[in-house]
C-alpha cells in the first residue's frame, strides 16, 4: 500500500461539464472531512467524495445518480493502492446530460487524472509515546531526541514533579529511541505508548 507525500488538484472538461478533483493525504476520518469541508465549492452542481483510511471507506454521490461518482473515485484509490487518502471531485453541470457510463468514466477519471500527478510513497505506520521526566532531564532529552529522523515533539505537558514529552516516530525506532531515553536519563525518565 501506499500514500500521497502531498494534496493537489487537476480540472477537466468533459461535454461542457467541468470536473475539479482535489486529493491529499489523511491520517484520519476528521481530517478528510475537514478536507472535504474545506475544498467542496457550495455553488457546484456536486461535491462527490470517497476515502479510505486503513478499513475504513466511505463515498459520497452528493446527488448523482446513485454508484456514478463517490463509487467510481473510491475505485480509483483502490486500484491505486492507495491508503490514507482523501479524493474530492466536484462538477459544475454544462447542459449535457453524460449517462450513467459517462459519469462513471468522468469522476472516475478525473479522480485518477488527479492521482497520477501526485507524489506517492510507502506506508510509514507511526507510533506516539510519551516521556515522563524531572525537569533536571528534559533538557538533555529534548537535545538528544528531536534531531533523530522521523521523530516529531506533537505535546509537553509540565506539572510540579516534572514534565511530560508526548512524541510520535515511525513504528520500527520505537525500541532503540526507548532504550536512548532510559541511557539518557539513567532509568529516570518512563516511557509510555500511547493508544
Known amino acids: 500500500m501506499f500514500m500521497l507525500t502531498e494534496a493537489g488538484s487537476f480540472a477537466q472538461e468533459i461535454k ?6 482535489h486529493a ?3 491520517a484520519t476520518e476528521e481530517e478528510a472531512r ?3 469541508a474545506a475544498h467542496a465549492d457550495p455553488a457546484a452542481t456536486h461535491n462527490c467524495w470517497a476515502y479510505r483510511i486503513g478499513p475504513r471507506v466511505r463515498f ?5 445518480v446513485g454508484g456514478t461518482a463517490g463509487k467510481p473515485i473510491l475505485q ?4 491505486n493502492a492507495l491508503d490514507h487518502v482523501v479524493v474530492l471531485v466536484i462538477r459544475h453541470y454544462g447542459g449535457v446530460l453524460l449517462g450513467t457510463g459517462g459519469l462513471v468514466r468522468a469522476y472516475g477519471g478525473t479522480a485518477g487524472e488527479c492521482l497520477k500527478r501526485l507524489g506517492k510513497g510507502p506506508i510509514v505506520l507511526r507510533t506516539a509515546f510519551s516521556v515522563t521526566c524531572d525537569f533536571n532531564d528534559m533538557a538533555v532529552l529534548k537535545a538528544r531526541l528531536l534531531p533523530l529522523p522521523g521523530l516529531s515533539l506533537d505535546a509537553e505537558d ?10 510520535s516516530l515511525p513504528a ?3 525500541e532503540p529511541v526507548s532504550d536512548l531515553i532510559r541511557d539518557l536519563s539513567r532509568g529516570r525518565a518512563r516511557v509510555k505508548v500511547e493508544p
Open 60 to 64: 459520497n454521490d452528493d446527488g448523482e
Open 158 to 167: 509540565f506539572a510540579a514533579e516534572g514534565a511530560v514529552l508526548r512524541f
Open 76 to 79: 480509483v484509490i483502490e486500484g
Open 24 to 26: 491529499g493525504p489523511v
Open 16 to 21: 461542457k461539464s467541468r470536473f475539479i478533483a
Open 34 to 36: 475537514a478536507f472535504i
Open 172 to 174: 520500527d525506532r520505537l
